[in-house]
């Protein structure tokens, strides 16, 4: 079983920055795709970033040009870099990797004050 641990959310005001980290309680070798999914509430769970082993990153429609995925293989660990924070950005955020098995983070909480 594998066990990821987000870290990183928090209280920030519009216009700034975060960075969340995933790391993975050990290495997979079937785990393809890492990222993010967010999740505001009385809203739906919604893609924000993935990305493959090989680096190919994928972006939700409304973070593209603000956050950027990045993934290091070497340290289980898959990172998501956000700025120009707007308050509609405010939801918990779920780390998932997926490949033969699907797995899920226990969220971080993302607050974004106007």
């Known amino acids: 079983q594998v066990q990821l641990v987000e870290s990183g959310g928090g209280l920030v005001q519009a216009g700034g920055s975060l960075r969340l980290s995933c790391a993975a309680s050990?290495?997979?070798?079937?785990?393809?795709?890492m990222g993010w999914y967010r999740q505001a509430p009385g809203k739906q769970r919604e893609l924000v970033a993935t990305?493959?082993?090989?680096?190919?990153?994928n972006y939700g429609d409304s973070v593209k040009g603000r956050f950027t995925i990045s993934r290091d293989n070497a340290e289980n660990t898959v990172y998501l870099q956000m700025n120009s924070l707007k308050p509609e950005d405010t939801a918990v955020y779920y780390c998932?990797?997926?490949?033969?098995?699907?797995?899920w983070g226990q969220g971080t909480q993302v607050t974004v004050s106007s």
């Open positions: 990305t493959t082993r090989g680096g190919s990153p």
């Open positions: 998932h990797a997926s490949g033969t098995a699907s797995y």
């Open positions: 050990r290495s997979f070798f079937s785990i393809n795709t």
